[in-house]
T-cell receptor
């Protein structure tokens, strides 16, 4: 059973376009993280959100945590080829546990 | 300041053999995680250490898998009687504390292939 479903699974867009990646679950998370992973490397943390409804911005990336803390989105404005990679969300199910559940991943390719 | 390192980077073994995968975390990090990532999937949690003890080993798939961290720094993931289904990239991550929102720093992974 996959607790965190990401959509779309694959995305290929032109440089300059906007895109949104979704991370959905029926479970409530105490915190949720977004990572980007490149081939042959481990994931690199982009952001952590902990409060329902929280919005965080990181340059052209905007992250939102759902009000009920069951879902999250990542929006990229004016995508660039350097944004290419595998985007992963990861949630921690409840406070007091350190187990992170990773999503299925969204593979993004930005064409120049 | 070195990051998390993992050795070997690649390991090819035969079905039924024993393998050990090593993780060197960032110095001073008390938390250490092991994950397994199959092709096209997100990482799957295996085990979490806080110091020397395994605080959560609920992700270990069966008793062929075992991990240790005897001095609270380097960790070794041990797999007995390997099976073809064990083929994956094994990732290690360390974090500075026990907080749930701590940043996990991942190593590059060990790619295990079981023939």
């Amino acid at each position: 059973t996959q607790l965190l479903e990401q959509s779309p699974q694959f995305l290929s867009i032109q440089e300059g376009e906007n895109l949104t990646v979704y991370c959905n679950s029926s479970s409530v998370f105490s915190s949720l993280q977004w990572y980007r992973q490149e081939p042959g490397e481990g994931p690199v943390l982009l952001v952590t959100v902990v409060t329902g409804g929280e919005v965080k911005k990181l340059k052209r990336l905007t992250f939102q945590f759902g009000d009920a803390r069951k879902d999250s989105s990542l929006h990229i404005t004016a995508a660039q080829p350097g944004d290419t990679g595998l985007y992963l969300c990861a949630g921690r199910l409840q406070s007091g546990t350190y187990k992170y559940i990773f999503g299925t991943g969204t593979r993004l390719k930005v064409l120049a | 300041g070195a990051g998390v390192s993992q050795t070997p980077s690649n390991k090819v073994t035969e079905k039924g053999k024993y393998v050990e995968l090593r993780c060197d975390p960032i110095s001073g990090h008390t938390a250490l995680y092991w994950y397994r990532q199959s092709l096209g999937q997100g990482p799957e949690f295996l085990i979490y250490f806080q110091g020397t003890g395994a605080a959560d080993d609920s992700g270990l798939p069966n008793d062929r898998f075992f991990a240790v961290r005897p001095e609270g720094s380097v960790s070794t993931l041990k797999i007995q009687r390997t099976e073809r289904g064990d083929s994956a990239v094994y990732l290690c991550a360390s974090a500075s504390g026990a907080g749930g929102a701590d940043t996990q720093y991942f190593g590059p992974g060990t790619r295990l292939t079981v023939l």
